[in-house]
Nanobody
Framework: QVQLVESGGGLVQAGGSLRLSCAAS????????MGWFRQAPGKERECVAA????????YYLDSVKGRFTISRDNARNWVYLQMNSLKPEDTAVYYC??????????????????????WGQGTQVTVSS
């Protein structure tokens, strides 16, 4: 059974930083394509960052490039999202997701909700102006 548990969300002022963590069990992050998504009220869930199984291919949403960094700790089986220079428009519930990657190459990553099979419960990030 795969479980993903996010932590690290909270309230921060614009320009501040937060680091989200995702603890994975039942699946090794070193052999998984992983992603961070967010969903703001009234909006669709979108992928903000993702990496391939190899970890060498990384995707960032244009609006977070240069501010967010996705990483993983294979030994601890954790995935992180470091968020700097936060803006009010970054306010959303953030989700960690893992793809089963059946039939994927190690360099493949996913950017859409439909490509991911396992989801965490989400953590709220609120950025005040």
């Amino acid at each position: 059974q795969v479980q993903l548990v996010e932590s690290g969300g909270g309230l921060v002022q614009a320009g501040g930083s937060l680091r989200l963590s995702c603890a994975a069990s039942g699946r090794t992050v070193s052999n998984s394509a992983m992603g961070w998504f967010r969903q703001a009220p009234g909006k669709e869930r979108e992928c903000v960052a993702a990496f391939s199984m190899s970890g060498q291919n990384i995707y960032y949403l244009d609006s977070v490039k240069g501010r967010f960094t996705i990483s993983r700790d294979n030994a601890r089986n954790w995935v992180y999202l470091q968020m700097n220079s936060l803006k009010p428009e970054d306010t959303a519930v953030y989700y960690c997701a893992a793809a089963s990657g059946v039939g994927w190459t190690r360099s493949q990553l996913g950017r859409s909700v439909a490509e991911y099979d396992y989801w965490g419960q989400g953590t709220q990030v609120t950025v005040s102006s």
